[in-house]
């Protein structure tokens, strides 16, 4: 079945007593046991909650997945998976990906004894050449953020399986809408829930599906084990954003497209990244491996003074961080989401300080456009 058919459908299947289309909120910490040694397969909300069950199994379905976990948040979800590894462990990494998972991998997992090393895994020999004996995963965003590098997800996931690694796809930027990594052959894939899951810049959630039932069975032990999981509200709340999620990036894409087309054409603009534009390195291979280029663009304005015109004279976008939301939010990832990169790598990856990023949302392309020409032209 399509993936927006099936995103449309999550959590219809649920309340077969009362007929509710929406799966309800189960607002409970514990359930009455039936007998003694008897359970209704729900015992504690921390090892199972039926709405956040009907979330797990939809993005599981969405994915092609055996189960699916949902958590506090994208970084919970990580976390979570990082205690599959040992101290002595080694994961080969995206270099420019989201700070925050830098920041968790660098400044937390470090001192636990794992090992990080950050290639472009835009380049597969690469990411070949970082791997080690003591190499155990590859960690790699499927777009990079900000710089909406691709990564060939299929050859990557073939190395891992030659290599014995774990090829683990942080997914967020494109959703199961338009990429699967699991189908291409990686064995976990991750979401930042908050983002275009969700859909509306109201929820945080992380997510994250796992091909291998018997891989699952451990994600599902680390889950309820550590504990971060997504409340019966925020799952519902997910839920309803991911029954749109097909024409919000529809809509959010086309936007985009033009926005990039817009932006390059500008001449305070100096640099446009956007997949969607046939020049971008990635164009090629995205078609091939998805089913369309995203809604974010990042693009490098010709003077640093520009930078902060553009975030504070925009009246309709926000300068916000986050993104995938149906508001456009543009920001500055030298300052906002990769602060925690140290400035001379940030330097070397392409996150300067005249490089904006803009999350594309739904509304008017020719609002978007306007509001724009109106900040560049103050
Ligand atoms: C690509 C990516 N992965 C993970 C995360 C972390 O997700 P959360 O903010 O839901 O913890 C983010 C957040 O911005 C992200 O952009």
């Not at 965003?141 to 996931?157: G, H, Q």
């Not at 919000?248 to 997949?275: C, F, G, I």
């Amino acid at each position: 079945m399509n993936i927006a058919t099936q995103a449309a459908q999550i959590g219809l299947e649920w309340d077969s007593r009362t007929g509710a289309v929406t799966v309800p909120i189960y607002q409970t910490a514990t359930f009455r046991h039936p007998g003694l040694g008897q359970s209704t397969g729900y015992d504690y909300s921390r090892s199972g909650n039926p709405t956040r069950q009907s979330l797990e199994a939809g993005i599981a379905r969405l994915d092609g997945a055996a189960r699916g976990f949902a958590y506090s948040s994208g970084m919970a979800a990580i976390t979570s998976l990082l205690f599959l590894f040992s101290r002595g462990d080694h994961i080969v990494v995206t270099e420019d990906l989201y700070g925050g998972t830098y920041r968790l991998f660098e400044q937390i997992f470090n001192q636990f004894g794992l090992e990080f090393t950050y290639v472009d895994t835009s380049d597969a020999s690469l990411v070949e050449a970082a791997i080690r004996p003591n190499t155990r995963a590859l960690f790699v965003e499927s777009l990079t953020n900000p710089l909406l590098k691709v990564a060939d997800i299929r050859l990557l996931s073939t190395l891992c399986r030659q290599r014995g690694l774990l090829c683990i796809v942080d997914n967020t930027f494109l959703t199961p809408y338009l990429m699967r990594p699991l189908e291409l052959g990686a064995d976990i894939a991750i979401y930042s829930g908050s983002k275009y899951l969700s859909g509306h810049n109201d929820t945080i959630c992380g997510l994250v599906t796992v091909k291998e039932p018997q891989l699952a069975e451990k994600v599902y032990f680390h889950q309820n084990g550590a504990g971060a999981v997504l409340g019966p509200q925020d799952s519902w709340l997910t839920i309803r954003g991911m029954k749109t999620l097909s024409v919000r990036l529809d809509r959010q894409q086309e936007n985009a497209m033009a926005l990039a087309r817009w932006l390059k054409s500008h001449p305070r603009v100096t640099k446009v990244y956007y997949p969607g534009l046939e020049e971008h390195p990635g164009h090629g291979l995205l078609q091939e491996q998805a089913d369309g280029f995203g809604a974010m663009i990042a693009f490098e304005v010709a003077d640093h003074s520009l930078v902060e015109q553009l975030l504070l004279k925009t009246e309709l976008i926000s300068f916000a961080e986050s993104l995938g939301g149906v508001e456009t939010l543009m920001t500055f990832p030298a300052v906002q989401t990769h602060a925690d990169i140290e400035p001379e790598k940030r330097e070397l990856l392409g996150i300067t300080d005249r490089l904006l990023r803009l999350s594309v949302g739904i509304e008017d392309v020719r609002d978007l456009i306007a509001d724009l020409e109106q900040a560049f032209s103050i």
